[in-house]
């Protein structure tokens, strides 16, 4: 057929497409400038509440002790490979991760969320490091890992690429792939794009893109829960928003008391904070969240890796209905499912011990 005729017949669909997508961030920014009013008064609330923090948060300038436990691992980084993408920034960043148990069997490559870093699998490190060599890494731009600024250093596609390189770097073929949150965005993904590479999954509170993509559209509840990820899409007023009255935003969502983690020491809290208090700390954090939206609409996709999902009843971010939209997208007998009683977004850190019985059982025949 000549390239003119198909060219006219694809015109409609591809006009369709645009315009769709024209639709969908006109949806948006206008969300996120509501995002953005309202919580520019919660921040502004904050520094009038407490006027001695000031406007801006205070840069932490030695890491809190905890992060340097030696009964979590040893400090380590890895070099990725030159991207194939043709983004010169995004080549050769270094990966900062913590290793432990290495020899002992194995590897269990943990992927952390927000506003988190590897600290989060603090846990899950002390438990499994007798039986898998465990490693907790921090993701491009978080932690002691390279940041670079541009957005398009963010995206799936290279934040996928990443995984894949900390696997083989390793001198691994494949891996059992634990992720909370944002990193279980990207597992859902790389199980998707790199089945070879991932041998069992486990996955805490997050649904694949596509799968919250649909359930959103018709579950407008989910959007509501998830409105930070509006004001996320706006250039830098996220960070100043954040970093007000010393980070009180990201304290409230880690320690509150009905949707934060239950009993967070105070040393534990600025674990996290330490690393968003530096020069530029929530700039590349942020940068996945303003990428979350390049690839709209996208298509369903079936799951196939054997997956034991953990969901929180109480999780505050994503509703319960997602694990049966999930369910439906898998073939039969690949996915383990488990919805914790009264528990809410963060069952690595608040329930680490239910984790890990539902863990060594779904574990337990690559141990035999």
Not at 15 to 41: D, E, G, I, P
Not at 87 to 104: D, F, M, T
Not at 227 to 247: A, C
């Amino acid at each position: 057929m000549p390239e003119l005729v198909v060219t006219a017949l694809l015109a409609p669909s591809r006009l369709t497409l645009k315009l769709l997508r024209a639709f969908m961030w006109s949806l948006v920014f206008s969300a996120a400038l509501v995002a953005a009013a309202v919580y520019s008064c919660i921040a502004l609330t904050h520094v009038l509440c407490r006027p001695r923090r000031g406007c801006c948060g205070r840069p932490r300038r030695t890491p809190p002790a905890c992060l340097s436990d030696p009964a979590l691992g040893e400090h380590c980084f890895l070099t990725l490979k030159v991207s194939v993408l043709c983004i010169p920034q995004s080549s050769g960043l270094r990966l900062h991760y913590v290793s432990a148990g290495c020899g002992n069997g194995p590897l269990m490559l943990f992927l952390h969320g927000f506003p988190e870093n590897w600290f989060s699998w603090r846990y899950q490190l002390r438990e499994f490091q007798s039986r898998f060599h465990v490693v907790a890494v921090d993701l491009r731009g978080y932690g002691s890992s390279d940041a670079p600024r541009d957005v398009d250093c963010y995206t799936i596609d290279l934040l996928m690429a990443d995984i894949q390189d900390v696997i083989l770097g390793l001198g691994y073929s494949k891996c059992i792939l634990v992720a909370h949150d944002w990193g279980a965005l990207l597992a859902w993904n790389f199980s998707i794009y790199y089945p070879s590479l991932v041998e069992r999954m486990v996955v805490v509170s997050a649904a694949p893109m596509s799968v919250y993509q649909d359930y959103s559209i018709r579950h407008i509840g989910q959007f509501f829960r998830s409105n930070y990820v509006f004001l996320f899409q706006l250039p830098w007023l996220p960070e100043k928003l954040l970093s007000l009255s010393d980070f009180q935003i990201l304290k409230t969502t880690l320690t509150h008391h009905k949707r934060g983690i239950p009993h967070l020491r105070p040393n534990e809290l600025e674990a996290f904070l330490y690393d968003f208090s530096q020069p530029s700390g929530l700039t590349g954090p942020l940068n996945y969240y303003r990428n979350i939206f390049r690839d709209f609409p996208l298509e369903p996709q079936e799951l196939a890796t054997p997956t034991l999902l953990l969901w929180g009843e109480k999780d505050t971010y994503f509703e319960q209905g997602l694990v049966g939209a999930i369910s439906s997208r898998f073939v039969p007998g690949r996915l383990e499912a488990h919805i914790l009683p009264g528990v809410g977004h963060w069952i690595p850190q608040s329930h680490p011990e239910e984790m890990h019985q539902y863990m060594w059982a779904f574990l337990q025949d690559l141990l035999d």
